[in-house]
Protein backbone atom coordinates (compact mmCIF):
# COMPACT_ATOMS: atom_id res chain seq x y z
CA UNK A 1 0.00 0.00 0.00
CA UNK A 2 1.15 3.63 -0.50
CA UNK A 3 2.11 4.80 2.64
CA UNK A 4 2.54 8.67 2.01
CA UNK A 5 0.37 9.77 -0.63
CA UNK A 6 1.18 13.27 -0.55
CA UNK A 7 5.19 12.29 -0.74
CA UNK A 8 4.05 9.72 -4.12
CA UNK A 9 2.04 12.42 -5.60
CA UNK A 10 4.23 15.46 -5.25
CA UNK A 11 6.05 14.39 -9.17
CA UNK A 12 2.55 14.14 -10.64
CA UNK A 13 1.52 17.41 -9.10
CA UNK A 14 5.05 18.95 -10.67
CA UNK A 15 4.42 17.57 -14.19
CA UNK A 16 0.94 18.56 -13.90
CA UNK A 17 2.29 21.98 -13.05
CA UNK A 18 5.07 21.78 -15.98
CA UNK A 19 3.01 20.70 -18.27
CA UNK A 20 0.31 23.32 -18.03
CA UNK A 21 2.87 26.08 -18.50
CA UNK A 22 4.03 24.62 -21.36
CA UNK A 23 0.54 23.71 -23.08
CA UNK A 24 -0.59 27.35 -22.57
CA UNK A 25 2.49 28.72 -23.90
CA UNK A 26 1.75 26.91 -26.99
CA UNK A 27 -1.56 29.20 -27.13
CA UNK A 28 0.31 32.22 -26.76
CA UNK A 29 3.36 31.43 -29.21
CA UNK A 30 -0.08 30.94 -32.04
CA UNK A 31 -1.15 34.65 -30.77
CA UNK A 32 2.01 35.87 -30.86
CA UNK A 33 2.62 34.78 -34.83
CA UNK A 34 -1.13 36.54 -35.12
CA UNK A 35 -2.39 32.47 -35.86
CA UNK A 36 -5.55 31.31 -35.24
CA UNK A 37 -4.39 29.16 -31.42
CA UNK A 38 -5.54 25.33 -32.00
CA UNK A 39 -5.78 25.44 -28.19
CA UNK A 40 -8.21 27.34 -26.37
CA UNK A 41 -7.59 26.39 -23.09
CA UNK A 42 -5.63 24.00 -20.62
CA UNK A 43 -6.36 22.43 -17.32
CA UNK A 44 -4.68 20.24 -15.37
CA UNK A 45 -5.11 18.01 -12.37
CA UNK A 46 -3.63 15.00 -10.35
CA UNK A 47 -6.10 12.50 -9.60
CA UNK A 48 -7.51 12.66 -5.95
CA UNK A 49 -6.60 9.38 -4.21
CA UNK A 50 -10.01 7.80 -3.52
CA UNK A 51 -10.23 8.44 -7.27
CA UNK A 52 -6.97 6.16 -7.30
CA UNK A 53 -8.03 3.66 -5.13
CA UNK A 54 -11.44 2.68 -6.39
CA UNK A 55 -9.61 3.13 -10.14
CA UNK A 56 -6.69 0.41 -8.13
CA UNK A 57 -9.70 -1.68 -7.16
CA UNK A 58 -12.27 -1.42 -10.55
CA UNK A 59 -8.83 -2.24 -12.87
CA UNK A 60 -7.42 -5.12 -10.62
CA UNK A 61 -4.05 -2.98 -9.96
CA UNK A 62 -1.70 -4.23 -7.74
CA UNK A 63 0.08 -1.66 -5.37
CA UNK A 64 3.45 -2.20 -6.73
CA UNK A 65 2.51 -1.36 -10.20
CA UNK A 66 0.00 1.48 -9.72
CA UNK A 67 3.02 3.96 -11.28
CA UNK A 68 3.05 1.61 -14.79
CA UNK A 69 -0.64 0.57 -15.04
CA UNK A 70 -2.67 4.32 -13.80
CA UNK A 71 -1.74 6.54 -16.78
CA UNK A 72 -4.36 9.37 -15.66
CA UNK A 73 -2.38 10.37 -12.64
CA UNK A 74 -1.60 13.05 -14.10
CA UNK A 75 -3.97 14.64 -15.96
CA UNK A 76 -3.62 17.33 -18.47
CA UNK A 77 -6.98 18.75 -20.77
CA UNK A 78 -6.30 21.12 -23.73
CA UNK A 79 -9.67 22.24 -25.43
CA UNK A 80 -9.77 23.67 -28.74
CA UNK A 81 -12.67 25.12 -30.76
CA UNK A 82 -12.26 23.06 -33.63
CA UNK A 83 -12.24 19.50 -34.83
CA UNK A 84 -9.08 20.32 -36.63
CA UNK A 85 -7.68 22.13 -34.17
CA UNK A 86 -7.48 18.59 -32.31
CA UNK A 87 -5.79 16.34 -35.14
CA UNK A 88 -3.27 19.93 -35.41
CA UNK A 89 -2.69 20.13 -31.45
CA UNK A 90 -1.96 15.92 -31.47
CA UNK A 91 0.71 16.54 -34.35
CA UNK A 92 2.50 19.15 -31.88
CA UNK A 93 2.33 17.34 -29.52
CA UNK A 94 4.20 14.34 -31.18
CA UNK A 95 6.96 16.74 -32.67
CA UNK A 96 7.89 17.62 -29.03
CA UNK A 97 11.29 16.33 -27.53
CA UNK A 98 10.22 16.54 -23.64
CA UNK A 99 7.74 13.99 -23.80
CA UNK A 100 7.33 10.20 -25.45
CA UNK A 101 3.93 9.18 -26.83
CA UNK A 102 3.21 6.00 -25.53
CA UNK A 103 -0.46 5.96 -26.62
CA UNK A 104 -3.47 7.62 -28.70
CA UNK A 105 -6.91 6.26 -27.83
CA UNK A 106 -9.27 8.14 -30.42
CA UNK A 107 -12.43 8.29 -29.05
CA UNK A 108 -13.60 11.28 -31.81
CA UNK A 109 -13.26 8.52 -34.70
CA UNK A 110 -15.10 6.42 -32.44
CA UNK A 111 -16.85 7.17 -29.87
CA UNK A 112 -17.17 5.53 -25.95
CA UNK A 113 -20.76 3.66 -25.73
CA UNK A 114 -21.60 6.13 -23.54
CA UNK A 115 -21.33 8.98 -26.49
CA UNK A 116 -17.84 10.75 -24.87
CA UNK A 117 -15.58 11.61 -27.52
CA UNK A 118 -11.79 13.15 -27.05
CA UNK A 119 -8.57 12.45 -28.52
CA UNK A 120 -6.21 10.49 -25.61
CA UNK A 121 -3.06 10.27 -25.67
CA UNK A 122 -0.43 8.40 -22.74
CA UNK A 123 2.85 10.26 -22.40
CA UNK A 124 5.69 9.81 -20.68
CA UNK A 125 7.23 12.86 -19.13
CA UNK A 126 10.74 13.16 -17.19
CA UNK A 127 10.51 15.41 -13.88
CA UNK A 128 13.64 16.78 -12.19
CA UNK A 129 13.48 15.93 -8.60
CA UNK A 130 16.66 16.57 -6.23
CA UNK A 131 17.04 13.25 -5.95
CA UNK A 132 17.24 12.77 -9.64
CA UNK A 133 15.12 11.82 -13.16
CA UNK A 134 11.56 10.36 -12.60
CA UNK A 135 10.02 9.46 -15.43
CA UNK A 136 6.18 9.44 -15.00
CA UNK A 137 2.95 8.53 -17.32
CA UNK A 138 0.58 11.36 -17.76
CA UNK A 139 -2.94 11.49 -20.03
CA UNK A 140 -3.29 14.53 -22.21
CA UNK A 141 -6.75 14.48 -23.00
CA UNK A 142 -7.96 16.77 -26.12
CA UNK A 143 -11.52 17.68 -26.89
CA UNK A 144 -13.65 20.54 -29.06
CA UNK A 145 -15.70 23.06 -26.36
CA UNK A 146 -18.81 21.37 -27.28
CA UNK A 147 -16.71 17.67 -26.20
CA UNK A 148 -15.94 19.40 -23.28
CA UNK A 149 -19.60 20.78 -22.21
CA UNK A 150 -21.23 17.46 -22.59
CA UNK A 151 -18.51 15.29 -20.70
CA UNK A 152 -18.22 17.83 -17.32
CA UNK A 153 -21.98 17.54 -17.38
CA UNK A 154 -21.89 13.60 -17.90
CA UNK A 155 -18.96 13.39 -15.19
CA UNK A 156 -20.90 14.89 -12.88
CA UNK A 157 -24.46 12.77 -13.53
CA UNK A 158 -22.11 9.73 -13.09
CA UNK A 159 -21.18 10.62 -10.01
CA UNK A 160 -24.73 10.87 -8.75
CA UNK A 161 -26.20 7.48 -10.65
CA UNK A 162 -22.14 5.35 -10.01
CA UNK A 163 -22.65 4.50 -14.04
CA UNK A 164 -26.60 3.49 -13.57
CA UNK A 165 -28.10 5.46 -15.42
CA UNK A 166 -31.83 5.29 -15.69
CA UNK A 167 -32.71 4.26 -19.29
CA UNK A 168 -34.36 7.58 -20.02
CA UNK A 169 -31.71 9.55 -18.75
CA UNK A 170 -29.09 7.22 -20.37
CA UNK A 171 -30.91 7.86 -23.96
CA UNK A 172 -31.11 11.71 -23.81
CA UNK A 173 -26.98 11.98 -23.10
CA UNK A 174 -26.57 9.81 -26.03
CA UNK A 175 -28.80 12.41 -27.81
CA UNK A 176 -27.13 15.22 -26.43
CA UNK A 177 -23.63 13.68 -28.05
CA UNK A 178 -24.89 13.62 -30.98
CA UNK A 179 -26.28 16.83 -30.48
CA UNK A 180 -22.49 18.19 -29.87
CA UNK A 181 -20.60 16.08 -32.58
CA UNK A 182 -23.17 18.00 -35.39
CA UNK A 183 -22.96 21.41 -33.47
CA UNK A 184 -18.97 20.79 -34.23
CA UNK A 185 -19.44 19.46 -37.37
CA UNK A 186 -21.29 22.72 -38.01
CA UNK A 187 -18.67 24.56 -36.58
CA UNK A 188 -16.41 22.99 -38.79
CA UNK A 189 -18.41 24.25 -42.04
CA UNK A 190 -18.06 27.42 -41.27
CA UNK A 191 -14.16 27.68 -39.65
CA UNK A 192 -12.78 29.67 -42.15
CA UNK A 193 -15.17 32.28 -42.25
CA UNK A 194 -15.11 31.97 -37.98
CA UNK A 195 -11.27 32.53 -37.71
CA UNK A 196 -11.52 35.45 -39.81
CA UNK A 197 -14.05 37.10 -37.76
CA UNK A 198 -11.67 36.31 -35.21
CA UNK A 199 -8.28 37.43 -36.93
CA UNK A 200 -10.61 40.60 -37.44
CA UNK A 201 -11.22 40.86 -33.79
CA UNK A 202 -7.85 40.30 -32.11
CA UNK A 203 -6.19 43.39 -33.96
CA UNK A 204 -8.84 45.48 -33.02
CA UNK A 205 -8.94 44.23 -29.31
CA UNK A 206 -6.35 42.32 -27.26
CA UNK A 207 -9.13 39.44 -25.57
CA UNK A 208 -8.84 40.08 -22.13
CA UNK A 209 -10.33 36.80 -21.50
CA UNK A 210 -7.92 34.40 -22.39
CA UNK A 211 -5.98 32.49 -20.64
P1 LIG B 1 -11.49 11.84 -13.93
O1 LIG B 1 -10.14 12.23 -13.59
O2 LIG B 1 -12.46 12.16 -12.86
O3 LIG B 1 -11.93 12.35 -15.26
P2 LIG B 1 -11.53 4.01 -17.56
O4 LIG B 1 -10.96 4.99 -16.59
O5 LIG B 1 -11.47 2.61 -17.10
O6 LIG B 1 -12.92 4.43 -18.06
P3 LIG B 1 -9.12 3.98 -19.15
O7 LIG B 1 -8.91 2.95 -20.22
O8 LIG B 1 -8.32 3.90 -17.92
O9 LIG B 1 -10.71 4.09 -18.87
O10 LIG B 1 -8.78 5.36 -19.74
P4 LIG B 1 -9.54 6.18 -20.78
O11 LIG B 1 -10.46 5.35 -21.58
O12 LIG B 1 -8.45 6.88 -21.50
O13 LIG B 1 -10.46 7.18 -19.92
C1 LIG B 1 -10.10 7.71 -18.71
C2 LIG B 1 -10.63 9.12 -18.54
O14 LIG B 1 -11.29 9.55 -19.74
C3 LIG B 1 -11.70 9.26 -17.48
O15 LIG B 1 -11.10 9.47 -16.25
C4 LIG B 1 -12.46 10.49 -17.94
O16 LIG B 1 -11.71 11.67 -17.68
C5 LIG B 1 -12.47 10.28 -19.43
N1 LIG B 1 -13.62 9.46 -19.83
C6 LIG B 1 -13.57 8.23 -20.38
N2 LIG B 1 -14.80 7.79 -20.65
C7 LIG B 1 -15.66 8.77 -20.27
C8 LIG B 1 -17.10 8.88 -20.32
O17 LIG B 1 -17.85 8.02 -20.76
N3 LIG B 1 -17.61 10.05 -19.81
C9 LIG B 1 -16.84 11.05 -19.31
N4 LIG B 1 -17.44 12.14 -18.84
N5 LIG B 1 -15.49 10.95 -19.25
C10 LIG B 1 -14.91 9.82 -19.73
P5 LIG B 1 -11.81 9.12 -14.89
O18 LIG B 1 -11.17 7.91 -14.34
O19 LIG B 1 -13.28 9.09 -15.07
O20 LIG B 1 -11.41 10.28 -13.92
Redesign the pocket.
Known sequence: MVEDWRHFLLPYQQAVDELKIKLRGMRKQFQDLNQHAPIEFVTGRV?PVD?IKE?MVR?HIEDGRLEQDM??IA?LRIMCQFVEDIYQVVNLLRQRSDMTILEE?DYISSA?P?G?RSY?IVIEYPVQLVTGEKKLLA?I?VRTLAMNFW?TI??SL?YKYQGAFPEELSARLQRAAEAAFKLDNEMSEIREEIQEAQNLFSYGKSNAWSS
Open positions: KSKRQDGRKSYHEQAEHN
